[in-house]
């Protein structure tokens, strides 16, 4: 092989290898290639999922706060409860020696 010869081999093999590369990259962009509806659509959806984490993070708070509420009331409550008892407790034990001594009373 001389030297004009191994010139177009090496021509001709760079050809083929630039066409196929070629003929590689126009497949990949056929294959890929997103239309402009599919793009809106995209969009579209992106903008729901922001306006649902939105309302996700705003119902989070809100729970949050709800949540504080009623721990606050239950807190409360079982204050109020706890004095409730503890009044009762006192009436009973007042009420039991009012009893006793009424009946010392009667008795004597």
Do not use: C, P
Not at 2 to 14: D, K, M, Q, S, V
Not at 25 to 31: A, D, G, P, R
Not at 81 to 89: H, I, K, V, Y
């Amino acid at each position: 092989m001389n030297r004009i010869e191994f010139i177009i081999a090496t021509a001709i093999i760079l050809f083929v290898a630039f066409a196929l590369g070629w003929f590689a990259n126009w497949l990949v962009h056929k294959f890929i290639r997103v239309s402009q509806s599919d793009v809106g659509e995209l969009e579209r959806l992106a903008q729901e999922l922001h306006e649902a984490e939105e309302t996700r993070d705003q119902a989070i708070t809100y729970l949050q706060q709800r949540e504080a509420e009623l721990t606050n009331q239950l807190s409360q409550t079982e204050a109020e409860l706890s004095a409730t008892m503890d009044g009762l407790r006192e009436a009973r034990h007042e009420a039991e020696s009012l009893r006793n001594e009424l009946e010392r009373q009667r008795a004597g």
